[in-house]
């Protein structure tokens, strides 16, 4: 088991030999609204890739990153970072967050010369705070800025450790080993901010006590004012500051009370895991995933067949479980053109990242860059 981790940390303290380059896995292939990136080499291990675009504009990004993790290249820490990024009310926040919570997270890194949970903290703080002045800025010839937000799902796999972090209602979950049985249980890492959520529920209303309308259910749906499903999120300023909660804003965002405090948080629940042998891989996905495979459902397609190609395969199980649903055939459902699918499932965003502990040679290849969807944005809105 020492040496197991002796790998892992030995993975992310010593530099590759060409952290500077991106390797050729930068890119993937389109098929139609499907993207996807069947196989790619990160640290520690492969990794796959898989988007399936249903909203007129794809409102999910995603990210992994590989090597560096600070903007001090040459002392480290080195690792791996995975971003899922399911943006709500129009693309601009997730798209945001996609070109700069990384670079945050890499500058807190070089300050604090670690990886830790205060670094990715501080990274979704700066990340908020960031988008807060892009809403200010726009607010006067786009007021409806206001009302665009995005969950945001983080893992930092370093120095042995995972660190995941998270607002709104993506979810992590690693596929873990036992050796009695040899079969392979899921353990969802990842803490989910939905008011279908009992708990989340009460905790609303626990930080809420005057308001007895803080979650309403509408449609036989539990939404917050009546107006969305989370309660933490990046954006949504318009649930946050009461100055962007007004006109030039539509009707159906404005609350009929003044806002006393904000009703939606941007803080990340994070936790930190030590990796263990028999910890086999991990998979990050949008709800758009969970909404149709259990945990332990995506657990076993990742555990029974091949690794190439893996993530597509959930995505392909996804919508085939969303077809049956609506007593059609996935073949139909594959014909059905974007905006209009959004009837039938959400963005699907997944994320495969295999824990190859017995892997040492791939801390010496290329650093790896790669966005979900193939698709890159200007550095600023």
């Known amino acids: 088991m020492l040496a197991t981790l002796m790998k892992l940390l030995s ?94 997270l890499k500058r807190f890194a070089a300050e604090e010369a670690c990886m830790s949970m205060d670094v990715i903290r501080k990274a979704y703080e700066a990340t908020e705070e960031g988008f807060l002045g892009v809403v200010t800025k726009q607010w006067p010839v786009k007021p409806q800025i206001a009302a665009v937000g995005s969950c945001c799902l983080v893992g930092v796999i370093c120095g042995g450790m995972l660190y995941i972090a998270n607002v709104g ?41 005057d308001d007895s309308h803080i979650v309403v259910l509408k449609h036989n749906v539990w939404r917050v004012k009546g107006l969305i499903q989370i309660s933490r999120s990046i954006g949504d300023v318009y649930l946050k500051k009461a100055e962007f909660n007004r006109e ?4 159906k965002y404005r609350l009929r009370e003044p806002m006393k405090r904000p009703i939606l948080s941007g803080e990340p629940s994070i936790t930190e895991h030590e990796l263990q042998p028999h910890d086999q891989f991990l998979i990050f996905a949008s709800d758009g995933l969970w909404e149709q495979l259990s945990n332990q459902e995506a657990v076993d397609i990742v555990q029974n067949h091949p690794r190439n190609g893996i993530a597509r395969r959930l995505v392909k199980m996804a919508l085939q479980a969303a077809a049956k649903k609506r007593e059609m055939r996935y073949t139909d459902l594959k014909k059905i053109e974007r905006g209009v699918r959004r009837h039938f499932h959400d963005d699907i965003t997944v994320v495969v990242i295999f824990l190859d502990t017995n892997v040492v040679s791939s801390s010496k290849g290329p650093s790896l860059s790669i966005r979900g969807g193939g698709m890159t944005f200007p550095k600023k809105l």
């Open 11 to 104: 993975a992310c303290l010593w530099p590759s030999s060409s952290s500077g380059k991106s390797s050729s896995d930068s890119t993937g292939r389109q098929d139609g609204l499907l993207w996807y990136k069947d196989s790619g080499q990160h640290l520690l291990g492969e990794f796959s890739m898989a988007v399936v675009q249903a909203n007129n504009l794809l409102e999910d990004q995603s990210q992994v990153e590989s090597g560096p993790l600070s903007t001090l290249d040459s002392s480290g820490p080195y690792g791996t970072f995975v971003g899922v990024y399911d943006g709500h009310g129009g693309p601009e926040t997730s798209r945001f967050v996609n070109d700069h919570l990384f670079q945050h």
């Open 248 to 251: 030039p804003l539509y009707t």
């Open 169 to 209: 209602d993506s979810r992590a979950v690693l596929g873990r080993a036992v050796r009695a049985t040899g079969e392979v249980i899921a353990l969802q890492l990842s803490a989910e901010h939905n008011v279908s959520i009992e708990s989340v529920r009460q905790e609303m209303h626990s930080l809420h006590p």
